[in-house]
């Protein structure tokens, strides 16, 4: 009979989260392909084929809740359960170990890198579902100003195109950005479709550690997640119609490196084919450097931030015109609605979002026979704010006899 003795185990059931950026008030959205369904924690979320995912707390407690699950059924208990949770949640979102579920790592990995940057993420389980049965709940609970593809297959894009063509006719229109498929910069293309505003390109694979991995693992993933967070970045941090790339919101977050960080010669081609691409400068980290949409270069639109700014002017006015319906069709209701555009117009100048506004809605645009057919019209004319994307620096090399300009000195 062996001696009394105390046995001392201990049990590693914990994951550590990484830490985030302050949240945002703008959501995100991705459509799940291969099998995030299974991370949804309640029969609502299955029922109505998509759940919101609030933070990286959110996000890894549910894979945590989904690997002693299926630890379960597969008969661990106890202190073989409680060792094993962390260590099969790692399998399921590794792309070398020989996790069951290892085909979903990519999505898992994008809807991670998007929340480290504040936003929720609404994940829908099809595209339909963002459109279907659960408008109203989406609408309702869950708006999102930016969807992103969990991987740059063709089936992603689909995706994409039927939730951002849909809402592009609403009031509720939102960006798609898009990771091009090519592999190498001067053949990448973009997906044929996105030749409009609610349409961003980008090109790039970010490298970064894998959280639940061991012993300095890395994922490849596509970075069109991290160019989303940069726009829901810009939202927190300043204004929907700032620009989201550049070394102030256009920071690539907990990246080991670019898998290709394309040469200015790679740059200027992407950027004439209307494709972002993401940089890394040394000593400055890794940016998002364009912030160029899918409309032709000829429009203000060509950029992000005015593209956005036009999405936020539809979303404010919008409620503010259903008030008018089925008022009195007369000069005190064109006065009401003129004074309430007036007053967000206003703010969005202050803002810099604007240089100039006019709202006509009178007599001049409402005639008889307008009326007489129940219309209502308001024509409001804007002059956007565009961001810089050219620097012109001009150094002279003078005399030290020389005189300057008046006011200046020698430095």
Not at 153 to 180: E, P, R, Y
Not at 263 to 285: H, K, M, R, W
Request: aromatic content about 10%.
């Amino acid at each position: 009979m062996s001696r009394p003795n105390v046995t001392i185990r201990i049990v590693d059931e914990s994951i550590v989260v990484p830490t985030s950026e302050t949240l945002s008030p703008t959501n995100g959205a991705m459509v799940s392909r291969q099998g995030l369904q299974a991370l949804a924690v309640n029969a609502g979320e299955t029922a109505a084929g998509l759940m919101f995912v609030e933070s990286l707390n959110d996000w890894y407690g549910r894979l945590r809740s989904y690997a002693n699950t299926v630890l379960i059924a597969e008969g661990a208990t106890g202190a073989t359960l409680q060792g094993l949770i962390g260590v099969t949640a790692a399998a399921f979102v590794s792309p070398t170990s020989g996790g069951v579920r290892k085909d979903w790592y990519k999505e898992w990995w994008s809807v991670h890198n998007f929340l480290q940057y504040g936003g929720g993420c609404l994940v829908g389980f099809t595209a339909s579902n963002y459109l279907t049965v659960s408008e109203s709940l989406q609408n309702t609970f869950f708006p999102f100003d930016v969807m992103f593809m969990g991987d740059t297959a063709a089936a992603d894009f689909s995706n994409i195109q039927t939730v951002v063509n849909a809402k592009s006719l609403t009031d509720t229109a939102v960006l798609g950005v898009c990771g091009v498929s090519a592999s190498a910069p001067l053949s990448a293309e973009k997906y044929t479709g996105t030749a409009n505003q609610f349409y961003m390109s980008v090109f790039g694979n970010k490298v970064h550690i894998n959280a639940l991995g061991q012993n300095g693992t890395f994922v490849t993933t596509n970075i069109t997640p991290d160019v989303a967070g940069c726009i829901v970045r810009t939202d927190r941090d300043f204004k929907p119609w700032f620009s989201p790339a550049g070394t102030t919101r256009g920071r690539i977050l907990n990246l080991v490196r670019m898998e290709l960080n394309p040469t200015p010669a790679q740059q200027d081609f992407l950027y004439d084919a209307g494709i972002n691409p993401v940089v890394s400068f040394p000593g400055e980290g890794t940016v998002l450097f364009g912030d160029k949409t899918g409309e032709s270069v000829t429009s203000t639109l060509s950029g992000v931030n005015v593209s956005r700014l036009f999405m936020y002017l539809r979303k404010q006015i919008a409620p503010i015109a259903r008030t008018i319906l089925f008022e009195q069709n007369d000069e005190a209701s064109r006065a009401r609605f003129r004074l309430a555009t007036d007053g967000l117009l206003r703010a969005v100048l202050g803002g810099r979002g604007i240089l100039d506004y006019k709202i006509i809605c009178d007599s001049s645009n409402n005639p008889p026979e307008i009326i007489q057919a129940k219309v209502f019209v308001a024509d409001i004319l804007v002059k956007p704010t565009t961001s810089i994307n050219f620097v012109r620096l001009t150094f002279t090399n003078k005399n030290l006899t020389d005189t300057l300009y008046p006011g200046q000195r020698a430095v």
